[in-house]
């Protein structure tokens, strides 16, 4: 595994754009909500620490990783925001529902963001143990949260600058 003994949310602080007067949503998936929970943290955690008001920062939560497309795209519905996070942790099981999900819920993000020309950004874990996604959400790897909101920051200022 590459990321085997790398900590993989080091970034330098300098790099990122300030998010203040920007708005951000941040959708959530409750399956593993042990490890979805603690990725909101570190990017709630960190886009207040790049600038953007707490009030700035909406939360929403959805039933699983699969429903995070839609959750965007109903937010991104209403208007007013400069990007979107989507949270969620997809652990492997015995049957091949696994891959059908990550497909499913990569292409939906993906698809969401190129239709409204908004950042919306991938903070979904897909690991083989709850052991490894505990590892990415605030362990040893870091959390990815924290990277899916520095990403956000970054293109929401991308798209404001060219």
């Given at each position: 595994m590459s990321t085997a003994d790398k900590h993989l949310s080091h970034y330098d602080p300098a790099g990122v754009p300030s998010g203040a007067g920007l708005r951000f949503a941040v959708v959530v998936s409750e399956w593993n909500s042990e490890i979805?929970?603690?990725?909101?943290q570190g990017a709630r955690?960190?886009?207040?620490?790049h600038g953007v008001a707490e009030a700035?920062?909406?939360e929403r939560w959805v039933p699983g990783s699969f429903e995070l497309a839609a959750g965007a795209q109903f937010l991104l519905?209403?208007?007013n925001l400069h990007g979107v996070i989507c949270l969620g942790s997809i652990v492997r099981g015995e049957t091949p529902h696994f891959d059908f999900v990550c497909q499913g819920t990569t292409q939906g993000i993906m698809a969401v963001g190129l239709k409204y020309s908004v950042p919306v950004i991938f903070g979904v874990l897909t690991d083989d143990s709850m052991q490894q996604a505990r590892a990415r959400s605030g362990g040893k790897h870091g959390n990815k949260g924290i990277d899916c909101a520095v990403a956000v920051l970054k293109m929401a200022a991308l798209k404001a600058n060219g």
């Open positions: 979805a929970d603690a990725l909101r955690d960190t886009l207040l620490r700035d920062i909406i519905e209403r208007g």
